[in-house]
């Protein structure tokens, strides 16, 4: 893909330098080249990939193009739409505009899609175990989330809205198909999961119907707000994990970062 990167950028005659980023120099190599003063920044990977460059870049830094080249690329496909990551980086180098982004803030750190509050981070800790094929990790990271999700219930206040629940999702403004969906406002998605029957009801509304259709799911906009528990928080920021203290605070970033665009946003079916 680098290849054909360099060879589509040299089409349009623009200048530039592709580099594969490195595992353990990822951070240093995104930094050097966000250093280097360019107009855009293009990004071929999943929503992970993206944030992490785009919270370096910041809503002072150079243009960002995040193309879809990864496991989970809901970002990507907000912008451009289902079409390849070549076809997209065309069109909007062709007749693309520039864009403000929203974010969410947990803590400081950002997500431009969403995160998932609870117990099921320590999932996405397995699945990277998988990857790595370390299965005897996954196995304790699987076990873990799941002895975790019967013990905790995560009390949250967004707004006016007070109350608890087993597991939160936090949608930014750039991939909520909510109908109350603002630019400054995120959507906080409460579920009450009291056993694997409540959780099949969520996955078949998400299926046929709206999830927020789904019994024991309440959904609340809010521009601000904090989850708290009786231990340690653990979250997935754009399939990212982190773990945070007991209390966490979340805010909406209206002007994140600029991205340039190709077509009007496109909301995921199932964000």
Same mark, same amino acid.
């Given at each position: 893909?680098?290849?054909?990167?360099?060879?589509?950028?040299?089409?349009?005659?623009?200048?530039?330098?592709?580099?594969?980023?490195?595992? *353990?120099?990822?951070?240093?190599?995104?930094?050097?080249? @966000?250093?280097?003063?360019?107009?855009?920044?293009?990004?071929?990977?999943?929503?992970?990939?993206?944030?992490?460059?785009?919270?370096?870049?910041?809503?002072?830094?150079?243009?960002?193009?995040?193309?879809?080249?990864?496991?989970?690329?809901?970002?990507?496909?907000?912008?451009?739409?289902?079409?390849?990551?070549?076809? =997209?980086?065309?069109?909007?180098?062709?007749?693309?505009?520039?864009?403000?982004?929203?974010? *969410?803030?947990?803590?400081?750190?950002?997500?431009?899609?969403?995160?998932?509050?609870? #117990?099921?981070?320590?999932?996405?800790? =397995?699945?990277?175990? @998988?990857?790595?094929?370390?299965?005897?990790?996954?196995?304790?990271?699987?076990?873990?989330?799941?002895?975790?999700?019967?013990?905790?219930?995560?009390?949250?206040?967004?707004?006016?809205? @007070?109350?608890?629940?087993?597991?939160?999702?936090?949608?930014?403004?750039?991939?909520?198909?909510?109908?109350? #969906?603002?630019?400054? =406002?995120?959507?906080?998605?409460?579920?009450?999961?009291? &056993?694997?029957? =409540?959780?099949?009801?969520?996955?078949? &509304?998400?299926?046929? %119907?709206?999830?927020?259709?789904?019994?024991?799911?309440?959904?609340?906009?809010?521009?601000?707000?904090?989850?708290?528990?009786?231990?340690?928080?653990?979250?997935?920021?754009?399939?990212?994990?982190?773990?945070?203290?007991?209390?966490?605070?979340? &805010?909406?970033?209206? %002007?994140?970062?600029?991205?340039?665009?190709?077509?009007?946003?496109?909301?995921?079916?199932?964000?």
């Amino acid at each position: 893909m680098v290849d054909e990167l360099a060879r589509l950028l040299a089409e349009f005659g623009l200048s530039h330098q592709v580099t594969a980023l490195e595992p *353990g120099r990822f951070e240093a190599m995104a930094r050097t080249a @966000i250093d280097s003063d360019p107009d855009l920044v293009v990004v071929l990977g999943g929503d992970g990939t993206a944030r992490s460059v785009i919270e370096l870049c910041g809503p002072d830094g150079p243009v960002v193009a995040p193309l879809s080249g990864g496991t989970i690329n809901k970002l990507g496909r907000a912008l451009y739409g289902a079409v390849t990551w070549s076809e =997209a980086l065309g069109a909007a180098l062709e007749h693309g505009s520039v864009r403000w982004m929203s974010s *969410g803030q947990i803590e400081g750190r950002s997500f431009y899609c969403r995160s998932t509050v609870g #117990a099921p981070a320590l999932l996405g800790q =397995a699945r990277e175990a @998988i990857r790595a094929r370390r299965l005897g990790r996954a196995v304790r990271r699987t076990v873990s989330a799941s002895r975790r999700a019967r013990r905790i219930r995560l009390g949250y206040q967004f707004g006016a809205e @007070i109350g608890r629940g087993s597991v939160i999702g936090l949608i930014s403004p750039n991939c909520s198909r909510a109908p109350y #969906a603002t630019e400054d =406002a995120l959507e906080a998605a409460v579920f009450d999961l009291p &056993n694997a029957r =409540a959780g099949v009801r969520v996955a078949i &509304n998400n299926l046929f %119907r709206d999830w927020r259709e789904a019994p024991n799911v309440r959904a609340h906009p809010f521009a601000s707000g904090r989850i708290w528990a009786n231990e340690p928080i653990t979250a997935m920021l754009d399939g990212e994990f982190f773990a945070f203290g007991r209390q966490i605070q979340i &805010n909406v970033r209206p %002007r994140a970062f600029r991205a340039l665009a190709s077509a009007p946003m496109q909301r995921d079916r199932d964000a």
